[in-house]
């Protein structure tokens, strides 16, 4: 059994995946704690797991660039009070470098492994061949890229600038949905697209996360929309790969 955990700037979900990558149970989820340190973080995800069914060992979407099991940054974590608003530079210092996935293999018990949340959703929807890049629309903008169904170093893409208004997180995340409405920022979104195709040619796309099924655009033959479900269930394939 595998416990996996989808880590996002507005809410914390966890779940038991089978060997087949069928949750056992149904999934759980809380709000992601403000502000959060490393430790708040992790007794929130011992909480949210307490009364689930056991797990052999432990999966984690994080949102974030990760390497080796480490966080090198954590932007909508490092926030004082939740995205959109002030980053905390000691909030920016406490998650540099901090070694989450140890931390939580000692609290939870079992074997951890940790990587990019949009890196554990394209494990579960991509292909497998070619260049696939899957793209996360939901309090923030998550990418991830594979190549013949092996990620791709992690990049933060949705932390460049967008037109000169801001960063692509700025202008697509849920924050700037709301207040703009769907249908300009669709656009938006397919803009974006646009920037990631011209950039790296992608084979396929796919487009999930919670605010995927607002999109008002056709994204074209390539892109695909994903149950955003599959946060969760890549927490299977994760343990198939070479540890990111």
């Known amino acids: 059994m595998t416990l996996a955990i989808d880590i996002g700037g507005t809410g914390v979900k966890a779940s038991v995946l089978d060997a087949e990558g069928r ?6 989820r ?12 992790v007794r929130a995800l011992d909480r949210l ?3 689930l069914p056991g797990w052999d060992r432990v999966s984690v979407g994080f949102p974030g660039i990760v390497r080796d099991g480490r966080v090198l940054t954590a932007p909508n974590l490092s926030t004082r009070n939740g995205p959109g608003t002030r980053v905390s530079p000691k ?9 989450l996935a140890a931390d939580l293999e000692g609290r939870l018990g079992k074997p951890t492994r940790l990587c990019n949340d949009a890196d554990m959703q394209g494990l579960a929807v991509i292909g497998g061949e070619g ?3 899957v793209v996360t629309l939901g ?15 992690h990049l ?5 600038p967008f037109h000169g208004r801001g960063t692509f997180q700025d202008q697509l995340g849920n924050q700037a949905r709301r207040r703009i ?9 397919l803009r974006a697209v646009e920037t990631f195709d011209t950039l790296l040619q992608f084979d396929r796309l796919y487009v999930g996360g919670g605010n995927a099924t607002k999109l008002r655009v056709d994204l074209g033959h390539r892109a695909q929309i994903v149950d955003n479900t599959a946060g969760i269930l890549g927490g299977i394939k994760l343990w198939e790969i070479d540890a990111v």
């Open 131 to 133: 260049l696939e890049m």
């Open 156 to 160: 933060e893409l949705a932390l460049i």
């Open 91 to 99: 909030l920016v210092d406490a998650w540099a470098r901090y070694p």
């Open 49 to 51: 797991t307490y009364e």
């Open 30 to 41: 809380a709000r992601t704690p403000y502000p959060c340190p490393p430790p708040v973080l």
């Open 23 to 28: 949750k056992v149970v149904k999934r759980v």
């Open 139 to 153: 309090t923030g903008l998550g990418t991830s890229l594979f190549l013949d169904g092996s990620p791709m170093p």
């Open 181 to 189: 409405g769907n249908r300009r920022w669709s656009k938006r979104v």
